[in-house]
């Protein structure tokens, strides 16, 4: 039978077809099993049942998992293992600002984050790991705290599914969040385009990675952010400020491409520096680098 | 400052557009919402101001360009005075030069090329230089220029033509080319000062602007001889010439007569100095047709274009005519006309004249034309006949005689009579007289003397549309008519030809009126055949309505379509159409063979007619003011504004787009 109709699994990560789909549990569930079709069992980042080792129960465990064999066995509960399972937690922190909302394509970087952000909590679930969330702004617009709970996902999917664009942008506000509530060790996956100096980020950044969390930083871009191409001299209006200001298309052609490239390589240093991860994520590129990145990163710190 | 057509002034609201659309631009700028700003240089207002300083600019010219469209259709104009540009001792030199015959005489023209070219190089560097040639009319060789290289070229392209100058009638036509001057001039003649060239009344050698006059005299008074008119008889060859000296010395000369290119007679003639002498030759054989004759003075003189004479005989052929009695058993009523008719052996006309009761047995197409002396004796059947006699090409002539109150409307013609009872009595007392003249018909040409004639009795006919009124009364009413029909030619005369109705017969005029009237009729067969230089000969005038002129040199000379030429060589034209060929003489004009320049006072007087512009400035006349169009300048400043702005428009979208530095 011909297979007319069904999209290829690669394609199903491409953002133009994602924002098809009005379901962000849906685009979550899409994108990790074209991902997980796709990677042919990794040893690194396999999700098929293989067993790995016993574990004794402990208060909090899920009960689903106690291998009732070996209770009758030996009268003890135990907890199979299978690989891939870190039993950790991981904490998205959502910017949803004014900025977020540009676009030039079919996606804008807030869509593209939204399917980042309902990705990465799926995956999360799937492998068993409590899953967090802050959206935010300039304020706190919304918060989930970490839980593994069955339908927590929802409750998560949802909060992100509401997120619109705000106002600006206040990355201290998350973090002085997230370091209230969060005491224990866990993953923290920023996704912002980090419209900021990289000093004030890392300021934030760094006390989380000396309680022991471990930082991803996701920055969106646009590529007429990365490569802006103006035919003539516009007057760029800041989504954020209001502020306006005229530029030709010559200096956005030389001049920008080097102050953008020097903060990206700016906050990549910085990053590396405050022992977090820096990934640099282009809104029209299929999700499965994000996510690949985030697996490496998760297999190095779990 | 002047606004020749004001009304264009509305056009100025045209640079609202520009305005309106430059505020639109400007109030909707290309504006798109960017993530941030923060990465934007504060440097980029510098280059906004740059750009916005030129779409300023940009703007200025594109309203500088309407601007300056709407003042050339308003046409502008300042009021200068031309003395104001003295001040900087500049001045107009205007030089004319003489190409009127007599300057081919000798080495006359020569000595004035030589002289006007010294002219030139004698003019300052600053004064500008006009180069007008004189002839039969003035021709503006160059506007005024500094270019004096041109103009010596100029000049050295000059010719002597054949025509004859009156200063007087050049001087005025000067003055058109004067008033427009901008600089003071001074009118240089070039000329050979031909006393024969000056004006009856001396002041009309005056400009009526001020301005300086040098006459540069060229060539001397040298004797010289003409032929100066040839006179021959086409019906017995018979020729005499004149002979005029214009030399101090008596001279002996000899005449020698050409017959369409032959020698045929000499004769030999003694001339007296300053006068005339009449030469007759032995009667010509002339062939039939047109015949040329030349006759050449021997040895010639100084001036050879005045040694030969030249004259188209025309060998006529009989015309036989019909003229009707109207009288009853007898043409008493048109013996004064056939009288006429016979002395006219210019035209050879076989006069056949019957009374009304033979009318019926003539065939009409025997004749050239047929007069009818009273329009009562046709009946309607003859009516008939002579319609269609004159509508296939023949001439009527049709009288109104004594029994024409018997009739109700004139036969042929179908005229109604204004009054059948116009008796206006019988007493000279009561007569009355002739009010106009068409004397420009050919038929009438030169006949004011038939004013002297007396009408006692008429008859008034209602003209028509179709009427040519060529003879009115003084009453008003028409006295000769012609209507065409068909092809030929019919003229209805509405008083008697014999005494009973009016006493022309026995006027001097009669005669002339009766060839001019037969001349007509016949096609204008006894056309004479010598014009003046500089007239125009037509092809109607020779009877013929299509044809060729052909010019003295064979060339054709009548233009496509047209229908008379300006005779303007000496020679024979050639006039062929209609089946026949006229030959039709042009001769040297006399009044260029006496070669006596002006005497030297009379020269010194000429020039002090002249009055240099800084006399007048300091006397008490009013200068006019001269008004200048600024039209040129205009054009010039809309070019350029043009350029310009194609330029800064091109400009600034370069910074639009970036592309500028």
């Not at chain 1, 996956?189 to 980020?201: R, T």
């Not at chain 1, 953008?260 to 282009?282: E, F």
């Not at chain 2, 506007?143 to 050049?170: H, I, M, N, Y």
């Not at chain 2, 009766?514 to 109607?540: K, Q, R």
Request: aromatic letters at 6%.
């Amino acid at each position: 039978m011909a297979s007319t109709g069904v999209a290829h699994p690669r394609h199903l990560l491409e953002p133009h077809v994602l924002a098809g789909l009005s379901n962000l549990e849906l685009v979550a569930r899409a994108v990790v099993n074209g991902f997980l079709t796709g990677l042919h069992r990794s040893p690194f980042f396999g999700f098929s049942q293989e067993f790995r080792e016993y574990k004794a129960y402990a208060e909090g465990d899920d009960p689903r998992f106690i291998d009732w064999n070996v209770y009758a066995r030996t009268d003890r509960t135990y907890i199979k293992r299978f690989l891939g399972e870190t039993n950790t937690r991981l904490v998205i922190l959502l910017d949803a600002s004014a900025s977020m909302g540009f676009g030039s394509g079919a996606v804008t970087k807030l869509q593209y984050a939204k399917f980042l952000a309902a990705t990465l909590a799926y995956l999360a679930t799937r492998q068993h790991d409590a899953v967090g969330l802050i959206v935010f702004d300039e304020d706190i617009v919304d918060h989930k705290k970490p839980s593994s709970r069955p339908g927590h996902l929802h409750g998560v999917l949802h909060a992100i599914d509401r997120a619109e664009p705000g106002t600006g942008t206040d990355l201290a506000r998350p973090i002085e969040r997230f370091r209230q509530f969060e005491k224990g060790r866990g993953l923290v996956a920023v996704i912002s385009d980090f419209y900021c100096e990289p000093e004030a980020l890392l300021a934030g950044v760094r006390p989380l990675a000396y309680q022991g969390h471990d930082v991803v930083l996701f920055q969106l871009l646009d590529p007429e952010e990365l490569k802006p191409e103006l035919r003539e001299s516009a007057l760029l209006e800041d989504m954020e400020s209001g502020a306006a200001i005229e530029v030709s298309p010559s200096f956005m052609r030389a001049r920008y491409r080097e102050k953008i490239d020097a903060h990206i390589s700016d906050l990549k240093r910085q990053a590396t520096g405050a022992g977090a991860d820096h990934v640099l994520v282009d809104i029209t590129h299929p999700l499965d680098e994000a996510l690949r990145s985030y697996l490496l990163f998760r297999h190095r710190r779990g | 400052m002047s606004f020749l057509a004001p009304a264009f002034l509305a056009g100025l609201l045209a640079i609202g557009l520009p305005l309106w659309l430059h505020r639109l631009s400007a109030e909707n700028p290309n504006r798109r919402p960017f993530s941030s700003v923060m990465f934007l240089e504060a440097g980029e207002p510098r280059r906004v101001l740059a750009k916005q300083l030129q779409y300023l600019l940009l703007l200025a010219f594109r309203i500088a360009v309407l601007v300056a469209l709407v003042l050339a259709f308003i046409q502008p104009a300042i009021w200068r005075d031309p003395a104001a540009a003295a001040a900087g001792g500049q001045r107009l030199h205007v030089i004319v030069v003489d190409t009127s015959a007599s300057m081919a005489a000798g080495d006359r023209w020569d000595e004035a090329v030589d002289t006007a070219i010294d002219l030139i190089d004698s003019v300052p560097a600053a004064d500008q230089v006009q180069l007008i040639a004189a002839g039969r009319v003035f021709e503006i060789v160059s506007s005024a220029t500094l270019d004096k290289a041109t103009v010596r070229q100029q000049v050295r392209s000059l010719e002597t033509g054949v025509f004859f100058v009156d200063f007087g009638q050049l001087t005025r036509a000067l003055d058109g080319v004067l008033r427009t001057a901008e600089l003071p001039a001074v009118l240089h003649f070039v000329t050979d000062a031909q006393a024969a060239g000056l004006p009856t009344r001396f002041a009309d050698l005056s400009p009526t602007e001020p301005v300086e006059i040098v006459v540069h005299a060229v060539g001397a008074d040298e004797p010289n001889w003409s032929v100066g008119s040839l006179f021959g008889s086409a019906l017995t060859g018979e020729l005499a010439a004149t002979v005029t000296s214009h030399a101090a010395a008596a001279a002996d000369r000899t005449l020698e007569i050409e017959l369409n290119g032959n020698v045929v007679d000499r004769q030999r003639v003694t001339l007296e100095p300053g006068s005339e002498a009449v030469v007759e030759f032995a009667p010509l054989t002339l062939q039939s047709g047109a015949n040329r004759v030349r006759v050449i003075m021997q040895p010639g003189d100084v001036l050879a274009a005045d040694d030969a004479r030249m004259l188209a005989l025309n060998r006529p052929v009989p015309h036989p005519v019909l003229v009707v009695s109207g009288e009853l058993g007898g043409t008493g009523d048109t013996r004064f006309l056939t009288e006429a008719m016979r002395v006219l052996e210019g035209l050879s006309l076989e006069v056949t004249a019957i009374g009304e009761s033979e009318l019926a047995e003539q065939e009409f197409s025997d004749y050239e034309f047929v007069v009818v002396a009273d329009a009562a004796a046709i009946d309607g059947r003859e009516a008939d006949r002579l319609s269609r006699y004159v509508e296939s090409g023949g001439g009527l002539l049709l009288a109104l005689g004594p029994r024409s109150p018997m009739l109700s409307a004139v036969p042929v013609t179908g005229h109604a009579f204004a009054s059948q009872a116009t008796p206006l009595g019988g007493r000279a007392a009561n007569a009355v007289t002739i009010g106009s003249i068409e004397t420009s018909h050919p038929a009438l040409a030169g006949l004011d003397t038939i004013r002297a004639a007396r009408f006692m009795r008429y008859a008034a006919v209602e003209e028509t549309a179709a009427d040519e009124v060529l003879i009115r009364l003084e009453t008003g009413d028409p006295l000769l008519i012609e209507r065409g029909l068909g092809d030929g030619r019919l003229l209805l005369y509405a008083s008697s030809l014999d005494r009973q109705w009016n006493d022309l017969p026995r006027e001097p005029a009669f005669v002339p009126f009766v060839a001019g009237l037969a001349d007509h009729l016949l096609g204008g067969a006894g056309f004479t055949n010598e014009a003046a230089l500089g007239s125009t000969l037509a092809l109607a005038a020779m009877g013929m309505s299509g044809g060729q002129i052909f010019g003295p040199d064979g060339e054709s000379v009548l233009r496509l379509g047209g229908t008379d030429v300006l005779l303007d060589q000496i020679g024979f034209y050639e006039l062929v159409g209609g089946g026949r060929t006229e030959l039709v003489a042009v001769n040297f004009d006399g009044r260029e063979s006496d070669l006596a320049p002006a005497p030297e006072q009379t020269l010194a007087r000429w020039q002090g007619l002249g009055r240099a512009p800084e006399a007048v400035e300091g006397g008490s006349a009013v200068r006019e003011e001269v008004l200048v169009p600024l039209g040129y300048w205009l054009l010039l400043l809309i070019l350029a504004a043009a350029i310009m702005e194609s330029g800064l428009g091109n400009w600034h979208l370069r910074v639009r787009r970036g592309l500028a530095a």
